[in-house]
């Protein structure tokens, strides 16, 4: 069964480094996402992404995130100056165009932020 | 009124038990609904689309109350394997690629 991957699966950095989070949607989706969980807190919407141009996103992704699909295949996430309250898990996702398709999620990225 | 609303719990029931969770939301015009299962550090897993007419998956039951603006998810015969945090997930429109709104999600653990 296809699947969303995700990499690298920890990613370990010092404030105010920026990060890239690697994502392989499955191949036939259209729509892609990110949304992160703090630690024992809920799953949370960062953004989407239809047609190589963001869709909707929440107040959390401010000028310090950005999501680009550089070619075909990868869908990537970037911090630019990341604090300590960026950890968390960070998942992509994807759905087919289809109707009411659910999503699809990847293993996810744990950042953690010293 | 949040989004999308649900019990946390937890729920600490035992095996063969039957347990029942709720969940509600805001937006009237939503369109499409999932219960998905978290275990521990993992990510997110489909368990089931929930349809308006209700629909069953073995010993999974799910069912939409549009006018309440409510879904829920039965459990029964419950087994230590069932033992997440179970997420109540809202699609407001299917068109597009929009905001998929995940509740806080209802912990479930199954005692021998």
């Known amino acids: 069964e296809p699947e969303v991957t995700q990499t690298p699966s920890h990613q370990v950095t010092q404030m105010g480094q920026e990060v890239i989070l690697r994502c392989v949607p499955i191949?036939?989706?259209?729509?892609f996402y990110w949304y992160r969980q703090i630690l024992g807190q809920k799953v949370e919407f960062l953004v989407s992404?239809?047609?190589?141009?963001?869709?909707?996103k929440s107040e959390i992704f401010d000028d310090q995130f950005s999501v680009e699909r550089p070619d075909g295949s990868n869908f990537t996430l970037k911090i630019r100056s990341t604090k300590l309250e960026d950890s968390a898990m960070y998942f992509c996702?994807?759905?087919?165009?289809?109707?009411?398709?659910?999503?699809?999620f990847g293993n996810g990225t744990r950042l953690t932020v010293t | 009124r949040k989004e999308v609303e649900q019990d946390p719990g937890p729920f600490n029931v035992p095996e063969g038990a039957t347990v029942a969770f709720n969940c509600t939301y805001s937006?009237?015009?939503?369109?499409?609904f999932f219960w998905y299962r978290q275990d521990c550090r993992k990510e997110p897993k489909l368990l089931m689309s929930?349809?308006?007419s209700g629909n069953e998956d073995g010993r999974f039951t799910a069912q939409l109350n549009r006018a309440s603006q409510y879904i829920s998810l039965l459990i029964r015969d419950s087994k230590l394997s069932d033992s997440a945090t179970y997420l109540c997930?809202?699609?407001?429109?299917?068109?597009?690629?929009?905001?998929?709104?995940f509740g806080s999600g209802t912990r479930l653990s199954i005692r021998p």
């Open positions: 929930v349809y308006s």
């Open positions: 191949s036939n989706h259209l729509y």
């Open positions: 937006n009237s015009a939503s369109q499409s």
């Open positions: 997930v809202v699609n407001p429109r299917i068109s597009s690629a929009s905001k998929i709104i």
């Open positions: 996702a994807s759905r087919p165009g289809t109707g009411g398709s659910p999503l699809h």
């Open positions: 992404f239809y047609n190589n141009e963001i869709s909707e």
